[in-house]
């Protein structure tokens, strides 16, 4: 079962290494990953495809929170979302090839956005299976590079993945939450 | 005010309330060193490998409660920080270690002494930095120090170039900083809080199992007033011994790999097993589908990542142990289980620890007589083996936070220079080193920093010409071929130690054993008792890995009769 997840995460060097560091030493599968700017500015917004069972997709949620750099994590696979990926496919053409070719793309609402002698780049937009049909339709004309972005994912309808009102300005802990002396004193006996 | 990078650095200490730091210095660090003349009250402590810096630190951190500050050099000082970190790491514990990195203009060059320790550390520390200008020092050490304190504690590293070091800027100390991503839960929801407290109310073989977690919150007094309201017996991991009195008559021990056999046979007829500042551990649990098989599971716990990890929690209390129990409490009805209690007497006397042969020098009788000899109370650390299990099993604990151990990680070494690190931490304690010889090994240079500091750490060196823990294990499950597990020419110990400046002895007979462990104490500086005990004795109970209580193996018939 393939699930979304989407997170903010401060916009920060480093942060891309410890959530692939995460994902890699826990074994987790992680079929698709996006990253880019977000509507805040000091914040990314990633999207996951993750693939396993209810289980795993929860651990996966609850490592990367614990991420200190990670502000918000959301499963939104239950939710309606649109889904999108794009794709750059770079496909062989000849004159008898060209016209077949340019039908398809129009089929799949996408583009052409660039012409040469012997190739044409096609851009599509859509969820995975749109691009992979196409895909599967031009192999056989040759496709000679292929290259698409991780799955973006949104919810549908206003409600949103953000952070908390008072989650940016919240102040972190002061003191050890837990009790412990803030002195030499020695521990208290029971 | 303006400052150095360095002079904010140990201003910025100051303000956490750090006293001691374990360090050794090297080129890229160096004007740090050379700022702290200016700094006295801030106590620097000359290891002798920054391995042991790092144990040191933990080994602080866990008798204090407070984060242990190391520091370190760029390159190969950091790397040899990184086994400490990874067993803070492990079984978390409050460790800030700073690195000296290479010049900024330097990094990415390959360098000469350049490591990237960020990137080696992001999986083995809590977060880390890397400071790139000289205002942010406050601010970021102010972060580490919040970070390594709080919520589920844990190792920051904090890395700072050299000419960040130098670097002059204004110094403002910020008494609030925003941790966007980090918001330790406290508290659990009060309906799952009604929800234990009914499973509490309605078990009728209820059993504790008390974690590390209850000594991070220092939730001993909540943990005895639920154990003893709710008459539920308790047992404790191996890093949550002494949260819990053990001459207590609600007192199990320790269940698993090597726990008491009683222990783990009361989890498993368990109806009820609340679990307090834990995460089920494999030495804990073994076989997991088979752990705890007619238990619900009430689990108390910091770390939301921890819950339904290995074991599916019933209910959820996510929160710190101390905040939770205290929400529990007043919602716990006073309440018996006879019947439950005397099952569970039953099974001790049942399955009881072995004692040791009266005609050989065993480890289990040296442990038995310090804990009589110390009643109890002396802070014990250990290394990894045998004797860290005959320790767990043997030394019984009557105050609270006396046990220090690398038990995630299970770091060999560790028993020099943490319990360096816990002496500076309690000087007003008695600290014994239980120490393998194999371990000792590892880690023994950091005497020479026990006596230039005259810390009185006591080390009962437990001799066994044996990486004794692998040999047992090539005993029972490789038909005893022992391969690279004797040591058989190991140092003179003895001379080693007077070498280093400690006083020693050498016991080989169980007669001389209370009168060497007299005289270690009486001894004001640092002292070492090199136990020449029985070679090739196992430690029983033991669950094989990944197995159940049904394939416990409790001591061989032929030791049998030397019970009591
Ligand atoms: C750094 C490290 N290396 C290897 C091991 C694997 N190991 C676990 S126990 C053990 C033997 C420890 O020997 P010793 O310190 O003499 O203690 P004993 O078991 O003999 O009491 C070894 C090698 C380890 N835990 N840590
Ligand atoms: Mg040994």
Redesign the interface.
Known sequence: MKHTIVAL??DK??VL??IT??IR?RGFNISSLAVGASEAPSLSRMSFVVEGGE?TV??VT??L????????VADISKENVVARELALIKVTTTPATRSEIVQLVDIFRAGIIDVGSESLIIEVTGDEEKINSLARLLEPFGVKELMRTGRLAMVRGSSTVK?DDD??????????????????S????? | MRMTGGQMLCESLLREGVSVVFGLPGGAILPLYQTLPQFPQLRHILVRHEQGAAFAADGYARATGRPGVCWATSGPGATNLVTGLACSMMDSVPVVAITGQVARSAIGTDAFQETDITGITVPITKHNYLVTRAADVPQVIREAFCLAGTGRPGPVLVDIPKDVLTEEADFNYPEVVHLPGYRPILEAPIEQVRKAAGLIAAAKRPLILAGHGVIISRAFQELRELAERAQTPVVSTLLGLSSFPEDHILYVGMPGMHGAAYASMAINEADLLIAIGMRFDDRVTGKLSAFAPNASVIHIEIDPAEVDKNIKAHVALVGDAKHVLRQLLPLIQPKTNPEWLRRVEELKQAHALGSPRPDRLQQRYVLERLSEITDGRAIIVTGVGQHQMWAAQYYQFKEPNLFMSSGGLGAMGYEVPAAMGAQLGRPDKVVWSIAGDGGFQMTMYELATMVENNIPVKFALMDNSYLGMVRQWQDLFYKKTYVATHYTRNPDFVKLAEAFGLWAVRVKEVDHVDDAIHQAMLHQGPALIDFWVDQEENVFPMIPPGQTVAELMEEPEERVHWKK
Do not use: F, H, Y
Request: proline fraction near 15%; glycine fraction near 8%; aromatic fraction near 2%.
């Open positions: 995460v401060l060097p480093g290494n410890r560091s995460m030493r289980e929860k651990q609850k490592q929170q614990k991420i200190i750099d990670v502000v918000k952070i989650q940016l300005g919240a102040p972190a802990p002061r003191t050890a939450s837990n009790g412990a002396p803030s002195s030499d020695p521990p208290p006996g029971w």
